[in-house]
């Protein structure tokens, strides 16, 4: 088999490849391979095997992306349109692009990797591990609060976009956490054309807004009238005022519609804005819950180079502090050595050492500890890593982050 970087002349293969992988469109996956704000058909890479006929048997990409992780901007492969023709599938094909592109990855120097799983199962066995979970809303109008701040929103005019772009940037700078950041392009291309129903919440500066489209869903009956839906895509708040405007405007929107939809971090206190903690359509499991939310997994995230992406955190400890630890990599064995981590004044120094390991772990529960999925003390406390007892509360505290987020316009 030949792996190879993908060229021109490859370009309706691989369209076709993913028009059949996905379902999607051939002639809208052709345009977006030669016009995208965030790739070129340069981050492509196929592979072929005469034994099996020649031509593009899979392909896979990797995106260069920069996100935001504690406060600071890192640099990331994002993995997507991973795809084998029907009759090379089953031979080991995705496979072996995964471990090319992990080597690539770490060649091209990104600390870490993430993705959008089809099946977590599968990208488990490169040491990706799941980091995006979700908190799924499904809310009545009727439910949220009315708040006196929605006076103070406005629909969105084209005037606005800079002050949009710089309301999302500062947000992410301050709470983003793996959340990648956006280029002119993407917003034009990509985001802008989406602005149908956008509206602002200006109290004298543009503090924060929100888009969502509106549909109705099937009639339950033929001749009926289907209900009246609000999906959120995304919802920014520079402060409390910003955020309880756009829910008090949300809500007040009831006499139209009656549901909303909202993907949102774990974290997101989306209570505060309720009268009533629930789902729509809730089921009663005991007569003293009923559910307010479901919880959906996101995507996925993988370290690559464990002492650069070690190097990249900056931190709040008052104290210096060192800590050896050792991550087993079967794909990277670069990264499976004893790594000591010195820290001190916000930054983190990291060399090879012979001390002995203090903390030590899989390559997919440590990039769960970076992302600040899950804590050290709890990898530690459920089985999954062993550590020197009297580490453990500074680890933790260096490692923790608000919960990893992309918003759905980012989704690649």
Excluded at 43 to 68: A, H, Q, W
Excluded at 316 to 340: C, E, H, M, T, Y
Excluded at 367 to 388: H, T
């Amino acid at each position: 088999m030949i792996i190879r970087q993908a060229t021109g002349s490859d370009a309706d293969q691989i369209a076709a490849l993913l028009a059949k992988s996905f379902l999607e469109d051939t002639s809208v996956i052709r345009v977006s391979i030669e016009n995208n704000p965030r790739y070129s058909l340069s981050n492509m890479f196929v592979i072929e095997d005469k034994s099996l006929g020649g031509g593009v048997l899979g392909c896979l990409r990797i995106t260069p992306f920069e996100v935001y992780s504690r406060g600071e901007v890192m640099p990331m492969g994002g993995i997507a349109a991973v795809a084998v023709q029907p009759e090379a599938r089953r031979r080991g094909i995705a496979e072996t692009l995964m471990e090319d592109a992990l080597r690539k990855m770490y060649e091209m120097e990104f600390p870490v990797s993430m993705l959008f799983p089809f099946k977590h199962r599968f990208y488990k066995k490169f040491g990706y591990a799941y980091v995006g979970n979700l908190a799924q809303y499904d809310l009545l109008t009727g439910d949220i609060l009315n708040l006196p701040e929605r006076s103070r929103v406005r629909a969105f005019v084209k005037a606005d976009r800079n002050k949009v772009k710089r309301v999302l940037e500062q947000d992410i700078q301050l709470r983003g956490s793996f959340t990648p950041t956006r280029n002119d392009s993407f917003w034009d291309l990509v985001v802008f054309p989406k602005f149908k129903e956008a509206y602002i919440y200006d109290d004298g500066e543009t503090k924060g807004y929100v888009v969502y489209e509106l549909y109705k869903e099937p009639a339950p009956v033929p001749g009926a009238f289907g209900e009246p839906i609000i999906n959120i895509k995304e919802l920014v708040g520079l402060d409390a005022a910003a955020h309880r405007g756009l829910w008090g405007f949300i809500g007040s929107l009831g006499e139209q519609v009656s549901r909303v939809r909202y993907l949102a971090p774990t974290d997101y206190p989306l209570h505060l804005f309720l009268k009533e903690p629930r789902e729509r359509d809730y089921r009663r499991l005991f007569f003293e819950y009923k559910s307010f939310s479901t919880v959906a997994s996101g995507f996925m995230l993988r370290v690559i180079n464990v002492p650069d992406a070690l190097r990249r955190m900056k931190h709040s400890l008052d104290a210096q502090a060192d800590f050896v630890i050792k991550i087993n990599d079967g794909n990277l064995p670069q990264n499976s050595r004893p790594f000591n981590m010195h820290v001190h004044k916000g930054e983190v120094a990291v060399e090879e050492t012979s001390r002995p390991v203090q903390f030590e772990s899989d390559i997919e529960i440590f990039s769960q500890i970076y992302s600040g999925f899950l804590q050290p003390g709890d990898a530690v406390k459920y089985g999954f890593a062993a550590a020197d007892p009297s580490i453990l509360p500074k680890l933790d505290e260096l490692f923790r982050a608000p919960s990893p987020f992309i918003y759905q316009f980012d989704i690649f």
